[in-house]
């Protein structure tokens, strides 16, 4: 949840308060709802006597207009209402209008930041007198739907830290929050109203109300600090427990640059190809090692520490672990079985994997072998070049490394996947999945900005 560490968010919109209230939330919601019906009241009326291919166009760029309305106003709200819409941005391109899901991704980076006299006063009721222990810069590094960042001194020893401050009253409202979207997509009727809904929002609730904890993350963030500490290839930030509670987070300052600066296209491809590879092997220790991964795969969460010496590599930065999922056996084991089954391009051995939920076990056998299918694209990057006659060969170098940005995946899985959820009345997956495809979103989104290539078997062969 940063930015490039060189350069504050000074260029954002900034807003006095927050509403937290249910009351004022709904309101906000209510009031936004009932502008975009008198925009579209006024929409069609003024469309009435244009032609056909005239009138699609201008409905077109009134529903951006109209999409980007809604991201700017959710994003005043900030809190789970934003978080919420960043998780429809990416599962609900198959349901939703793309001019929608489009605006919603703009959420991950690009909401208000919250004033100063704000912040600081949220500063001085968590920490008392200890503030005045404390230097800190009045413009944040990082924002984000929950909390914003900013950099700091400890006067006294001139250590360099970032206070990670929790937006007051986000807490609170999270119940509220998921019952307002609950109740709009109910409404709004854009997915079927099942169990499996229900048991994702609950997943939802729980992931947010640990997320708010920040004496939680502080315990996740110091696991990942020892388990790292002597791999050159990451840093993670220590926590400095001293001006930390259960709503703010002090941790050592970490630089790094963005992974979409130009910066860090400049450097030499092999140097980009060893900054995916370690992104993609940090993923998997994630799931198949340590049986719990950062969920969250907003581009902030990462920078990259740019080495001006050849003897030393160059560091991916890990930021935050606060969407943190921990998982159990009986999930590992079926993860076990797909990554063996993709690796090996193994249509037959993929269904077998495929046990353990009643997502998957109550599926007839055609509906089996099509997810099957699409499980083989979607593992497509971790498949042995060997034996995976179906990976296109614009997408492998001469040494059978997969080019990430020459995939096209993810435009293939979504018509592979368009196509599969026609042969069977749609159903959501597991929530657990819908997790770990989030964060598997996110990985192909990063590799491809870095236009990096990636091993499969050195990705995959520890854990066969």
Not at 250 to 261: D, R
Not at 330 to 358: S, V
Not at 387 to 404: A, F, K
Request: some cysteine.
């Amino acid at each position: 949840m940063a930015n490039d560490t060189s350069k504050p968010s000074n260029n954002k919109q900034s807003i006095d308060n927050l509403k937290t209230s249910g009351f004022e939330r709904r309101m906000s919601i209510a009031k936004t709802s009932l502008n975009i019906g008198r925009r579209w009241a006024g929409n069609s009326v003024s469309g009435m006597f244009l032609n056909k291919e005239a009138r699609t166009a201008r409905n077109q760029a009134f529903m951006e207009a109209q999409a980007n309305y809604v991201a700017e106003e959710l994003g005043k709200l900030k809190g789970s209402v934003v978080k919420i819409g960043q998780m429809l941005a990416i599962y609900g391109e198959h349901v939703l209008p793309p001019e929608i899901t489009s605006a919603l991704q703009t959420l991950n980076d690009d909401t208000a930041t919250l004033s100063w006299p704000t912040i600081e006063q949220t500063l001085r009721q968590l920490l008392g007198d200890r503030l005045s222990e404390l230097d800190v810069d009045t413009i944040p590094i990082g924002t984000a739907s929950l909390a914003q960042v900013h950099r700091a001194t400890v006067l006294a020893t001139g250590e360099q830290v970032v206070l990670k401050i929790q937006y007051p009253g986000v807490a609170d409202a999270i119940n509220s929050d998921l019952a307002l979207f609950k109740r709009l997509l109910k409404v709004s009727n854009i997915v079927p109203q099942t169990r499996s809904l229900d048991a994702w929002f609950e997943e939802i609730r729980d992931l947010l109300h640990h997320e708010v904890d920040y004496e939680a993350e502080a315990a996740t963030t110091e696991r990942f600090y020892e388990r790292l500490i002597d791999d050159p290839r990451y840093a993670v930030p220590k926590i400095n427990r001293a001006y930390s509670s259960k709503r703010l987070l002090c941790m050592s300052y970490e630089p790094g640059i963005s992974v979409v600066s130009e910066a860090l296209q400049l450097l030499p491809h092999e140097r980009r190809n060893a900054i995916g590879q370690s992104a993609i092997e940090i993923m998997m220790q994630e799931i198949f090692v340590w049986g719990e991964m950062q969920t969250d795969p907003n581009f902030g969460n990462y920078l990259v520490r740019v080495s001006d010496n050849d003897h030393e590599v160059d560091k991916l930065v890990l930021l935050d672990f606060g969407a943190i999922r921990q998982f159990d056996n009986t999930l590992l084991t079926i993860a076990h079985g797909l990554l063996k089954a993709g690796y090996r391009h193994d249509h037959q051995a993929m269904m077998q994997a495929m046990t353990g939920y009643d997502f998957f076990d109550t599926m007839s056998e055609k509906v089996c072998s099509d997810i099957a299918s699409l499980f083989l694209l979607a593992t497509e990057p971790f498949s042995d070049p060997a034996t995976n006659p179906d990976i296109p060969t614009e997408c492998l170098d001469e040494q059978n490394r997969y080019i990430w940005a020459n995939s096209k995946l993810h435009s293939r899985l979504s018509s592979a996947a368009t196509r599969a959820m026609q042969s069977f009345e749609f159903n959501l997956p597991p929530k657990e999945f819908m997790f770990i495809s989030r964060k598997f979103i996110g990985a192909y989104t990063l590799l491809t900005v870095l236009d990096a290539y990636t091993d499969s078997n050195k990705l995959v062969k520890p854990y066969l």
